[in-house]
């Protein structure tokens, strides 16, 4: 009898040291195309998502900033604009191909901020260093989340902020059409657009696995965290957590 636990990767049911791989594969997948297949299957509302996490997160000149599995760097880059020549933003994923367009988009914009492969069960930073940690679309993807949220935690310095940004439980009159949108069309733009339909279906089936928003806000306040509190946009289709280190 196998002592390996297990987890879910989308709907499946497979051994937790499986799923790391699995998911590493979709975003080896998809990096190249991952910004056109985020306007396209969000129609350009993940960047007003991301500019309302931005500007929640009110961060100053000369902050630290942790952007964790930052993929190809959109919050990261809105944040070292603002946090200037003395301020820092490390931006970290666990997946080398997403964390290679991050990184050369940063140059690219004139942003020197160190990237870090690293994971973010596992973050290799000191105890209370950071002003601000930031996690968009990429705590689903997480094995262990408490822990992961537990690390964000730990790295806060008190008084600073974690902020996750992640697809929610969607308004209950919009589930049909959610569902159906979900399972049908996005599937077939992934096997258009990036040429990998599997890929895009388990996004629809992780967003489905993920906890709902009082859930998420309980793990949070469980992780260490206070004054825990989300923002429902777009019907719930994404929500904002917000939670101070005391």
């Not at 080398?96 to 990184?103: D, K």
């Not at 050369?104 to 994971?119: E, F, I």
């Amino acid at each position: 009898m196998s002592d390996q636990r297990s987890t879910h990767f989308g709907f499946q049911t497979v051994d937790e040291a499986d799923k790391a791989a699995r998911v590493a594969g979709v975003f080896h997948s998809v990096a190249g195309r991952y910004d056109l297949m985020n306007d396209l299957m969000s129609a350009g509302l993940h960047r007003a998502w991301k500019a309302f996490t931005v500007a929640q997160a009110a961060v100053r000149p000369g902050m630290r900033v942790l952007d964790v599995a930052g993929g190809t760097g959109d919050l990261a880059r809105a944040f070292a604009r603002r946090v200037g020549p003395t301020g820092e933003v490390w931006l970290t994923d666990i997946n080398a191909s997403m964390l290679s367009v991050g990184r050369d988009r940063m140059v690219d914009d004139g942003l020197l901020q160190p990237a870090v492969l690293c994971d973010a069960e596992k973050l290799p930073f000191p105890d209370a260093y950071f002003d601000r940690v930031s996690v968009a679309f990429g705590l689903r993807n997480m094995t262990h989340k408490d822990l992961a949220l537990s690390e964000m935690t730990r790295v806060l310095r008190p008084g600073g902020r974690l902020y996750v940004l992640e697809f929610s439980k969607v308004w209950q009159p919009l589930a049909p059409l959610y569902d159906l949108y979900s399972f049908q069309v996005l599937p077939r733009l992934g096997a258009r657009v990036a040429g990998d339909e599997q890929s895009y279906r388990y996004l629809a089936e992780s967003i489905r696995m993920h906890p709902d928003q009082e859930t998420l806000k309980s793990m949070m306040q469980e992780a260490g965290l206070v004054r825990v509190r989300y923002y429902n946009l777009t019907a719930g289709v994404v929500a904002l957590h917000e939670g101070w280190k005391p």
